[in-house]
């Protein structure tokens, strides 16, 4: 089974600045790993996934993340936020491939951008 | 394209009473389906998915139960809701064993239990 912990529940930032957002996960397998985004009574938006190939993968609004498999660890970056990026972000992963597709999500890290 | 509803987006329901919520997916056949639950501070836990019609598989023993009537119809039930059954519960699909490995969510469903 995998499992997937997100280290900061909130993280408040002024607007403008860098932000990190932290994902570890665990797994016996290889994964799937990806970033969603929920804005405040609304479903689930993909920000961005890795399936295979380069580690450093990009995303919408501007948001990339880097697989590190050493450190079974994707963390989100942005290098400037913006008011509108407060949301609630979900780091997920699956084991890679088969036909019962399921993803474990952490808990959520709830980022604030202040101005 | 292809799109996903579900309803009722909110409703308040007294305990001990049933609960039906739906969802279905268009412009797409043979979609894994899931409904996942989201409690304050608990993240998104799965409860129910299925990979085709009347084979539903449960993640959690619980309150609730899932079906699927129809390939692009996904409903959760309970014949009596717990307070506990409060959360704001989204479906999601996606394309069947060949197909792209995403999730695609629902707006949502606010279910509030007094």
């Known amino acids: 089974a995998q499992s997937v912990t997100q280290l900061d529940s909130q993280v408040p930032v002024f607007e403008e600045a860098p932000v990190e957002l932290r994902c570890n996960y665990s797994s016996s397998v290889s994964v799937y790993l990806f970033w969603y985004v929920q804005y405040p009574n609304q479903g689930l938006q993909l920000l961005l996934k890795y399936l295979s190939g380069s580690t450093l993968v990009k995303g919408i609004n501007g948001f990339e993340a880097e697989f590190n498999k050493s450190q079974t660890s994707f963390h989100l970056r942005k290098p400037s936020v913006h008011i509108s990026d407060t949301a609630e972000y979900f780091c997920?992963?699956?084991?890679?491939?088969?036909?019962?597709?399921?993803?474990?999500f952490g808990k959520g890290t709830l980022l604030t951008v202040n101005p | 394209s292809q799109t996903i509803h579900q309803w009722p987006a909110t409703l308040v329901q007294p305990v001990g009473s049933p609960l039906s919520l739906e969802c279905t997916v268009e412009g797409t056949s043979n979609p894994n389906l899931y409904w996942y639950r989201q409690a304050a501070g608990r993240g998104l836990q799965l409860l129910f998915y299925s990979v085709g019609i009347g084979q539903i598989s449960s993640e959690v023993p619980q309150n609730l139960s899932a079906s699927r009537p129809q390939d692009r119809q996904f409903i959760l039930s309970s014949k009596k809701l717990l307070l506990s059954d409060s959360g704001f519960y989204l479906c999601?699909?996606?394309?069947?064993?060949?197909?792209?490995?995403?999730?695609?969510f629902g707006a949502g469903s606010r279910l509030t239990v007094l």
């Open positions: 999601a699909w996606k394309q069947g064993p060949s197909g792209a490995n995403v999730l695609t």
């Open positions: 997920a992963v699956s084991r890679s491939g088969g036909s019962n597709y399921k993803l474990t």
